[in-house]
């Protein structure tokens, strides 16, 4: 049994734990709100203009939308979403897997030719995937977490949309948390580029849709299309963010009740032992008495 200073200090010790935990609980739960409410609203929007984007692909012909070209994905660009910390459990680690699987699997032939490219979002992945040997890593944004807003993220979603109409790639694919609930984050891999036009039914096949374009279809390429594509590359971010602050609410709620049910142990073995320590002493008195009167 353990003597009572160790077990006063390992007290001490997740008494200081528990109150660090309980702390973070309490700031990522304000942080979620704020961050709930940013996705909650973009989605609509979002959504909007994907339904739109997809609708007018299917009057346009692939060669006239630069982010509609069709082609086999031979140099493929996957856009890894992690956090910058650690500390909401499972998190990043499902991520990373996610991607090592689609790796693996999905781009196994990119991959082995050396025509995946992998662009990081969040400390956690570039960390990972700098080091990791095979695939051509061609930088990070982790900035992106400090000042999320619309304006910081389209640098970088105008530089893969350059990157997809040059040619240098024939596809992007997102991989990132995708917000459902404060305890539920749902691992989502989802297509970027190249625009394709949503799957249509027997019914809507046989009847062909016209549109009346104005302005022009050029101006409505020109300007739609790349708005579309940034909104959607923000609010992947937004997702992602928001997902976080959810698994590290419910990581620190987690290991505030561990802590709890630890202290319980703590506590019990510590009166256990001062109980026997108390016993120990009152039977050495007792055991001294009887030896005088002897």
């Known amino acids: 049994m353990p003597n009572l200073k160790e ?16 702390a973070m609980k309490l700031v990522s739960a304000a942080k979620l709100k704020k ?7 973009m989605r609509p929007y979002a959504g909007k203009l994907r339904e739109i984007l997809e609708n007018l692909s299917q009057s346009i012909d692939t060669s006239e939308g630069i982010y509609s070209r069709q082609s086999e994905p031979n140099k493929v660009l996957l856009v890894v979403v992690t956090s910058n910390r650690g500390l909401c459990g499972a998190f990043n680690a499902n991520i990373i897997k996610r991607a090592n699987r689609a790796i693996e699997t999905t781009y196994a032939s990119a991959y082995a030719s050396g025509n995946l490219q992998v662009l990081t979002i969040g400390k956690k992945a570039t960390s990972y995937f700098s080091r990791k040997q095979g695939i051509n890593y061609i930088g990070s944004h982790d900035e992106l977490f400090g000042n999320l807003t619309f304006e910081s993220v389209i640098p970088v979603a105008e530089k893969t949309m350059q990157m997809f109409s040059k ?7 997102f991989i990132y948390n995708q917000f459902k609930s404060a305890g539920s984050q749902i691992i989502t891999m989802e297509p970027f580029l190249p625009v394709t036009p949503p799957a249509r039914t027997d019914t809507e096949n046989n009847s062909t849709a016209e549109y009346i374009f104005e302005p022009s279809k050029a101006e409505i390429i ?28 419910t990581a620190m709620h987690k290991a505030t009740d561990n802590a709890s049910e630890l202290l319980k142990s703590l506590k019990l073995s510590y009166n256990k032992a001062r109980q026997a320590a ?14 005088l009167k002897g």
Do not use: C, W, Y
């Open 7 to 22: 077990v006063r200090s390992r007290i001490s010790s997740v008494n200081s734990t528990q109150q660090i935990t309980s």
């Open 35 to 41: 961050a709930q409410d940013a996705i909650t609203k």
């Open 167 to 173: 040619g240098e790639i024939d596809k992007v694919d």
């Open 222 to 249: 020109d300007n739609l299309i790349p708005l579309s594509l940034k909104t959607q590359f923000f609010k992947v971010l937004l997702d992602s963010v928001a997902s976080e602050h959810g698994a590290r609410m």
């Open 278 to 291: 108390i016993t120990n002493e009152i039977l050495e008195i007792v055991a001294g008495a009887e030896a």
